[in-house]
């Protein structure tokens, strides 16, 4: 399928549930609407709102917050699982050792963290990116760790009789082997950077989109909970699309599923 029928398909589904909600909460069916606005507002409504935010200037201040909060704990809990999954897939020791630990910390529900890291760190930025670190950390970890473990052995055999160094089969054979995994894992986590960012905003901030989503939904305003949420789907995917960007310059020698078919 080339790539413009692919961007018509995704734009179509996304017309059609727009026509279908706004059809079920303006047109009543059997004499009754289905989609109450006052529970699920209309797209009109939360299209004006967003036009609103824009054309007023209100939302920059507020984007500009939640961006820098998702850039930061994105690449810094990119960095450690990078670091810290090769550490330890090349260390079983290590590995074995804090496994238990590990897997304790995962665990722990980031929303009992989120006022942790508010009373620790203070309602700044810093406590919304140490949120947003533990959630994108162990996705890169968990991914990168398996993606050096997966590396073949006879890849590896064959580069040692070769003469490899160890730093020659790290930059030759284990990377490699780990990009493919490591860029997996980011693209989600692109997501849960957001998410982290959001969450600790909306429970203790005077900024953010988390904060525009809090303060609407304070005074029941539907229109502006769906407008924030809309601005922040939005915003993910243009972060995402980055990341593609930097995957495709990475993994050049990766062939895609078109070459796959010949």
Request: proline residues 4%.
């Amino acid at each position: 399928m080339s790539r413009p029928t692919l961007l018509a398909l995704q734009i179509l589904v996304a017309v059609v549930c727009i026509v279908l909600w706004q059809v079920l909460s303006t047109v009543p069916v059997f004499g009754k609407i289905l989609l109450p606005p006052f529970f699920f507002s209309n797209p009109f409504d939360v299209f004006s709102q967003i036009v609103k935010w824009f054309s007023s200037g209100v939302i920059w201040k507020h984007l500009g917050i939640t961006l820098a909060e998702s850039i930061l704990a994105f690449v810094i809990g990119s960095l450690g699982g990078v670091l810290v999954g090769f550490w330890f897939a090349r260390q079983p020791l290590v590995a074995a050792v804090f496994d238990p630990y590990v897997k304790m910390v995962n665990a722990l529900p980031r929303v009992v963290l989120a006022p942790i890291f508010a009373l620790w760190l203070g309602l700044g930025i810093w406590s919304k990116v140490a949120l947003g670190v533990t959630l994108v950390f162990f996705i890169v970890f968990f991914n990168v760790y398996q993606g050096v473990k997966e590396v073949s052995r006879t890849v590896l055999d064959n580069g040692r009789m070769l003469g490899m160094s160890e730093r020659q089969l790290m930059q030759h054979v284990y990377w490699p082997s780990a990009l493919s995994w490591m860029f997996s894992s980011l693209h989600t986590s692109v997501g849960f950077a957001v998410v982290g960012a959001v969450v600790g905003e909306y429970l203790g901030s005077a900024a953010g989109l988390g904060y525009l989503i809090q303060q609407a939904e304070g005074v029941f305003d539907v229109a502006g909970v769906f407008a924030g949420m809309f601005v922040l789907s939005a915003f993910v995917i243009l972060i995402d699309y980055g990341v593609t960007l930097v995957e495709r310059r990475l993994l050049v020698w990766r062939p895609t599923a078109s070459d796959g078919r010949g």
